[in-house]
C-alpha cells in the first residue's frame, strides 16, 4: 500500500512558472525524501527532509515538512522544460522494520 | 563512481516461464533494494538485501526471490511468470548502515510477458 499520496496527479504549466507538489503520509516517520523520475529511467534523489526540520532548500527547490499535519510541500520555482518528469515523495517510517515507501507520484509537464 | 547497473534492460517472457535480473551497486553501497513500478499500483517495494542478509520483505508472493553475494551484486528472480508481472524492476542502494540514506536507483529492467 501507499504511504503518501501525492497531490495533484498532473500538473502542467509554462516555463518560468512556480510548480507547487503536495504530499500526504499516515504514520510517524524519521524523514521524508523527494525524487524524480524521467520517462523509462530509475529515480533520482532530489532532498531530504528530517522530521525535526520544517524548511529545506536546495537550488531551486524548496521541500516544506508538517508533521502535525503529515504532509510535505516541494516548490520548483522557474521551471524548465527540463523538469518535465515525475515526482515521487517517500517516507521512512519510525517503525523498526518499515521500508522506505513511496506515494503515487505527480507528473510534472513544463511546456517551453 | 559508476552509478547502479542494471541488466538486461529490456526483457520478453512468457507465462510460465522463470526469470533473473541483476543489479550491480554503487561501489561501496552495501544495501540494495529492489521495487515493482506498475501505472496501476506504483513503486512497491519487493525486499532489501544488506551483507547478503534479507533485511526487509514487501508482500509479495514467494514466486518473488532475491539474494546478494559477498560482492553486494544483487539478483531477483521471479518463477512462474503471470502476466500482472508485467512491469519496470527497479534496484536502488545506498551505504544502509544508518537511517535518512538517500536511495541510488538503476534505470530498471523492463519485464514484459506475453
Known amino acids: 500500500s501507499q504511504q503518501g499520496e501525492e497531490d495533484p496527479q498532473a500538473l502542467s504549466i509554462q516555463e518560468g512558472e512556480n510548480a507547487t507538489m503536495n504530499c500526504s503520509y499516515k504514520t510517524s516517520i524519521n524523514n521524508l525524501q523527494w525524487y524524480r523520475q524521467n520517462s523509462g529511467r530509475g529515480l533520482v534523489h532530489l532532498i531530504l527532509i528530517r522530521s525535526n526540520e520544517r524548511e529545506k532548500h536546495s537550488g531551486r527547490l524548496r521541500v516544506t515538512l508538517d508533521t502535525s499535519k503529515k504532509s510535505s510541500s516541494l516548490l520548483i520555482t522557474a521551471s524548465r522544460a527540463a523538469d518535465t518528469a515525475s515526482y515521487f515523495c517517500a517516507t521512512d517510517p519510525k517503525s523498526s522494520g518499515d521500508k522506505l515507501t513511496f506515494g503515487t507520484g505527480t507528473r510534472l509537464a513544463v511546456r517551453p | 563512481k559508476a552509478g547502479v547497473t542494471q541488466t538486461p534492460r529490456y526483457l520478453i517472457k512468457t507465462r510460465g516461464q522463470q526469470v533473473t535480473l541483476s543489479c550491480s551497486p554503487i561501489s561501496g553501497h552495501r544495501s540494495v533494494s529492489w521495487y515493482q513500478q506498475t501505472p496501476g499500483q506504483g513503486l512497491q517495494f519487493l525486499f532489501e538485501y544488506f551483507s547478503e542478509t534479507q533485511r526487509n520483505k514487501g508482500n509479495f508472493p514467494g514466486r518473488f526471490s532475491g539474494r546478494q553475494f559477498s560482492n553486494s551484486r544483487s539478483e531477483m528472480n521471479v518463477s512462474t511468470l503471470e502476466l500482472g508481472d508485467s512491469a519496470l524492476y527497479l534496484c536502488?542502494?545506498?551505504?544502509?548502515?544508518?537511517?535518512?540514506?538517500?536511495?541510488?536507483f538503476g534505470d530498471g529492467t523492463r519485464l514484459s510477458i506475453l
Open positions: 536502488a542502494s545506498c551505504q544502509g548502515d544508518r537511517e535518512g540514506q538517500p536511495q541510488h
